[in-house]
């Protein structure tokens, strides 16, 4: 049997692991396009700080593809696949056959046709050939400012490395408030003067008319809509980020804002299956199919599918959108639906004194969104309450409620979700070294049982 696996990153990995855990003598061939050993991708603003080297981002030790006996083909695009004939060919005009493939492309970023987008030091923020980039031309320039478009996940992310590098950083957002994806106002509010006190400088409700510069002297500046300019270096384009689809497109496999799967990721084409930032899975809190795009999803997908392709049938029971991070020592988490709709109900508890904010959102009886800022100590149990779907009945009032309440309510909780599903993050996240230990540790001790199978 020879599994292919398309894309060389959490997904990818995690059903690599789990293929190789079920069946020692497959085959199984992982193609890539970037050219590194599987890294943390949610590192790279940790590396651009100077907090971690390149062997701390491997997400795997160095030896791992020789240990779990992958062929690799990186460096190299999947430029077609033909279902008929299960053959993908690569982008050196090489074919390969399969048995079963996955689909996991992950996704990129999207920015709209500014004049100047393609200026020498305007860079993407996704891989760590941009994070290198970035680096090198700090360091070939002396560049000591820098302006990010955009202000979610990944342009906070973008401005904490620039200003742990050194720079003076300018923080642009379109809309009023940061984060809007993942956070509602308050925390919004919180978040940004989190920023301001690291020293980066937010801009909000303002756009980019035009980036500034020549093709010998790169980047200069930006231009805003109201004709202000802003003179940086280096320019990072964070707008917004979409599924690589490029794959699929002319093939038999169904996509729409991400490859169509059922619950044991498998597509409408026998033998092809897809998941992680790809693919379309049923959320939890949503109660449709959405793309949660997010790592450690990502690496349960692919675990989960992984098991499905090598003939172990295990549903998937769903995704959560779900963020959590340190920002300059604070930490901020966000799951579910964070902005209520009509019925909805909502708890909230706020300490300004101690810059905390604490929002919870019950749809009935469910637990189906939350928010918080400078605690996040319920991170792990709140996962697993909405993963699991349990009914929190009369506990609803208790949970903000201060120290006794709480951890009764946790304890209830608690006792009632352990009879949930198993989910592979638990842990809360409040400070950059807790949240590297997560992104290793975690799935260390999930590699440490398959080895015992390897
Ligand atoms: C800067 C940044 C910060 C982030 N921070 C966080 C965070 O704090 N917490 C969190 O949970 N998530 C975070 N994420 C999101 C997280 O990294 C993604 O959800 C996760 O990487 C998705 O994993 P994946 O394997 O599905 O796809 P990806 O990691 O996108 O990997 C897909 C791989 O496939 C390759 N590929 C695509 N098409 C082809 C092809 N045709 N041929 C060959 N190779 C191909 C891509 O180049 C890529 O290497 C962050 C992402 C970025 C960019």
């Known amino acids: 049997m020879h599994y292919v696996i398309v894309g060389n990153s959490a997904t990818g990995i995690g059903a690599a692991e789990s293929i190789r855990a079920r069946d ?38 160095a030896d791992f593809y020789t240990r779990l006996r992958l062929e690799t083909r990186l460096n190299i695009r999947a430029q077609s696949f033909d279902a008929n004939a299960r053959a993908i060919t690569l982008g050196d005009g090489a074919t390969i056959q399969y048995d079963r493939l996955l689909l996991a ?4 970023q999207k920015f709209p046709p500014i004049k100047g987008r393609d200026l020498p030091g305007v860079f993407d923020f996704w891989t760590r050939a941009d994070a290198e980039a ?40 379109l809309l009023p408030s940061i984060l809007s994806r993942i956070l509602d106002a308050p925390a919004a509010a919180y978040a940004q003067a989190t920023l301001e006190h690291g020293g980066v400088r937010v801009l909000t409700g303002r756009a980019v008319a035009e980036i500034l510069g020549s093709a010998e002297q790169g980047v200069t ?10 003179e940086c270096g280096i320019v990072v384009k964070a707008t917004g980020v979409a599924p690589n689809l490029a794959l699929v497109k002319g093939t038999p496999v169904a996509a729409q804002g991400g490859i169509a799967v059922d619950e044991y ?38 675990r989960v599918a992984g098991l499905n392709m090598a003939g172990k049938a295990t549903a998937y029971t769903g995704s ?23 019925g909805d109900e909502v708890r909230v508890r706020e ?24 605690d996040v100590g319920m991170v792990g149990w709140i996962n697993h309450v909405m993963q699991s ?59 440490e049982r398959d080895e015992r199978k390897w």
């Open 24 to 61: 020692p003598h497959a085959r199984i061939t992982i193609i890539g396009d970037e050219p590194e050993h599987v890294y943390a991708r949610p590192l790279i603003s940790h590396y651009i700080a100077g907090e971690v080297t390149p062997d701390e981002m491997r997400y795997r030790p």
């Open 105 to 108: 492309t992950g996704s990129s």
């Open 134 to 173: 970035i680096r090198a031309r700090i360091h070939a320039r002396g560049v000591r400012a820098a302006v990010v478009i955009g202000a979610g996940l990944v342009g906070i992310q973008a401005a904490y490395g620039l200003r742990g590098a050194g720079l003076q950083v300018v923080l642009i957002e």
């Open 221 to 230: 500046g930006v231009m805003l809509n109201d004709g202000a300019k802003i």
């Open 265 to 302: 990721f498998a597509t409408n084409v026998p033998g092809v299956y897809a998941a992680g930032d790809v693919a379309e899975t049923y959320d939890v809190t949503r109660g449709k199919r959405f793309v949660n795009a997010n790592w450690p999803n990502a690496h349960a997908q692919g």
């Open 320 to 342: 959560i959108g779900m963020t959590s991070m340190p920002l300059f020592g604070k930490a901020i988490m966000s799951h579910g639906i964070v902005e209520p709709e009509p």
């Open 351 to 374: 300490s300004r004194e101690n810059q905390i904010y604490q929002k919870l959102v019950f749809r009935q009886d469910h637990l189906i969104g939350a928010v918080m800022v400078g």
């Open 389 to 447: 779907r349990r009914p929190v009945g009369a506990l609803k009032d208790a949970l903000l409620d201060g120290k006794a309440a709480y951890y009764s309510a946790r304890r209830a909780l608690f006792k009632q979700a352990m009879e949930g599903v198993d989910l592979p993050w638990r842990e809360s996240l409040s400070s950059s070294e807790r949240y590297r230990k997560v992104f290793n540790e975690d799935t260390w001790a999930e590699r």
